[in-house]
């Protein structure tokens, strides 16, 4: 599982981003389940920062949330993360010269979208019926 935190950080503000996330990393670094994880600034443009964790599993990062060291010196910085989502899973890898490896998604299959009986209110256009009407 990788974890993608963006940042837009203004020049004057950076060298002390770079100690908060240095120790938010080292404090993730310590937690069970953590594989790797970098602290990266955009070439084209140094306001932008991302914080890349990988973990081994979508559990053992969010169990890594809960440790003290994360709330203290990981949460404040990572609720400042730009709002998107964050967390993706691998779906496919390769190393270098081999393979394409498929893997398969950790998330619950997605079941029917809900779609009214025909006929009644709504009908065909994926909205309730209204249990009053």
Request: aromatic share 8%; no cysteine.
């Amino acid at each position: 599982m990788l974890v993608l935190n963006r940042f837009v950080v203004p020049p004057g503000a950076q060298d002390a981003f770079a100690d908060r996330a240095h120790a938010a990393l080292a404090a993730l670094a310590e937690r069970p389940g953590y594989r790797s994880g970098r602290l990266t600034r955009a070439l084209d443009d140094p306001a932008y920062w991302t914080l890349v964790t990988e973990w081994e599993s979508v559990g053992a990062y969010r169990r890594a949330l809960g440790g003290f060291d994360v709330k203290v010196h990981a949460t404040p910085l990572l609720s400042e993360s730009l709002d998107e989502p964050s967390a993706y899973e691998t779906l496919a890898s390769a190393a270098p010269g081999g393979e394409v490896v498929v893997t398969a998604s950790d998330r619950a299959p997605e079941g029917p979208r809900f779609s009214a009986p025909s006929g009644g209110p709504g009908a065909g256009n994926g909205t309730p019926p209204d249990p009053w009407g």
